[in-house]
Structure formats: C-alpha cells, structure tokens
Nanobody, 128 residues
Framework: QVQLVESGGGSVQTGGSLRLSCVAS????????MGWFRQAPGKGREGVAS????????DYADSVKGRFTISKDNAKSTLYLQMNSLKPEDTAMYYC?????????????????????WGQGTQVTVSS
C-alpha cells in the first residue's frame, strides 16, 4: 500500500503563503500522477492541481492558477503545493492523492475518481 501524510497547513492572513508537503511511504514511484484536492465546509472535494512529472507540466484549477505551484521531489518521495497570495476562499481541508503507479494524469483538472490513495488532510485557514 501507498501511504500519504500531509503537513504544512495552518492559519494565515490574506496575501500570505504556505507550503504543503505530502510524504509518500511504502512503495513510491516517480512516474505516477499525484494531485492536491481541497474541500471546504459544505462543498464537495475539488481538484486543485495535478502533476505526473515536472518535465510534463502541471494542471491547475482556474481559481489557483498563477498563485499555486505543484512540484515533486522524487528523491524525497514528497509532493509539494506552494500557495502564494492566499485568499479567504482558499480556506479548506487540503488532501494529497496518488494514482496507481505509472498512471499519467488526465488533462485538465484532476478528478477524484482517478486517485486511489489519499492522505488524511491538512487544514488551511485564510483570514481576512
């Protein structure tokens, strides 16, 4: 099994920054689709960003383009989400996710159904 553990969440003011990390334990693969999702109270889980390889480029939700950056450190088996210029509407529980090994990412927004492994989530709260 693949286990994912997120960290880096917290409370920040509007315009602040956070970097979320997701460490994968167990079998890890550099060539597999990884993603970040978020879920705000009363809303469904939405795709934020996904990445198969840094060389392939990433996909982002329109709401975070230009502000968030997803990246991988394969040597550390860690997925990152750098979040800048945070807004109150970014407040949510953030989850990292992994697809099956060697599965590439779907073009466009990441879909929850494409990811079989999930972390426990880390809370991000942005105050105005």
């Amino acid at each position: 099994q693949v286990q994912l553990v997120e960290s880096g969440g917290g409370s920040v003011q509007t315009g602040g920054s956070l970097r979320l990390s997701c460490v994968a334990s167990g079998r890890t693969y550099s060539r597999t689709c990884m993603g970040w999702f978020r879920q705000a109270p009363g809303k469904g889980r939405e795709g934020v960003a996904s990445l198969f390889s840094d060389n392939d480029g990433a996909d982002y939700a329109d709401s975070v383009k230009g502000r968030f950056t997803i990246s991988k450190d394969n040597a550390k088996s860690t997925l990152y989400l750098q979040m800048n210029s945070l807004k109150p509407e970014d407040t949510a529980m953030y989850y990292c996710a992994a697809a099956e090994p060697f599965r590439s990412c779907r073009a466009g927004l990441p879909l929850q159904a494409d990811f079989g492994y999930w972390g426990q989530g880390t809370q991000v709260t942005v105050s105005s």
